[in-house]
């Protein structure tokens, strides 16, 4: 059998390229995702840009006006399409800051062990599987370790990533890894009730259902004690 060079090359690059495709896919893992450092959607917008972005929307619900058999030019629906524009991009201003953005003037150096619980944080949100609204009540709470979030930011926070399209379950997650990730604290635990709105007006209709997700870290996961001491502080009243 003749030797073939060309063969030869071709495998050597093969498997070099699989070789190096492995050690990417293994860096990428080991890479650590930084809540801080994602950046915001519409973050760099400007005025002429979110104003461009407002009437692409406009446009877009005068031909969702037309397809549901509306007729947009009636004197009811003729400042609908705009006015349901910025109505969306308020509802999505999520977009526009990033979590470093919020926190990074309002952490302090705090010799304080105790916990900080901020209750019943109002939340409205939108459902991104209907792009319908889902609302509620957000606790959080977390053992601080040698440094405290101004408690304005805990809210602020929670507007952030509330004012996105969302999934409840997401949404709970993300507060509690932005707020350990600020401060290191030794535990931070995120508990959320809501209504949604797909569940209520379609589908299921089940009109008095609400949905509870948490999230604990660190030592709310670990140390029974303290999780119970922080369910019973933030207990969520009906809503």
Known sequence: MSYD????????????????????QNTNENRKHSVLDEKALREDDTLFIRDQRVLKIS????????????????????????RA???????????EQSIRDVVSDAIFDEDCENMVVVKEI????????HMVPFFGKV?????????????????RIV??????????ERLTRQIAEAIAEAIKPRGVAVIVECLHMCMIMRGAQKVNSRTTTSAMLGV???????????????RITPF
Request: hydrophobic share 30%; net charge neutral; proline share 5%.
């Open 85 to 95: 524009a910025e109505a969306l991009v308020f509802f999505t201003k999520g977009y």
């Open 139 to 155: 606790s959080v709470g977390y053992l601080p370790n040698k440094r405290v979030l101004g408690l304005s930011k805990i809210a």
């Open 220 to 234: 709310f996961r670990e140390d029974p004690k303290s999780r119970e001491e922080f369910l019973s502080l933030a």
């Open 159 to 168: 507007e952030v990533f509330s004012r996105r399209l969302q999934v409840q």
């Open 122 to 129: 109002d939340m409205y949100s939108l459902c991104e599987h």
């Open 59 to 82: 446009r877009n619900y005068q031909s969702i006006l037309e397809s549901i058999g509306e007729d947009p030019l009636r004197q009811g629906l003729l400042k609908t399409p705009n």
């Open 5 to 24: 060079p060309s063969r030869s090359t071709k495998s050597l690059t093969s498997s070099l390229q699989d070789n190096n495709g492995d050690t990417d």
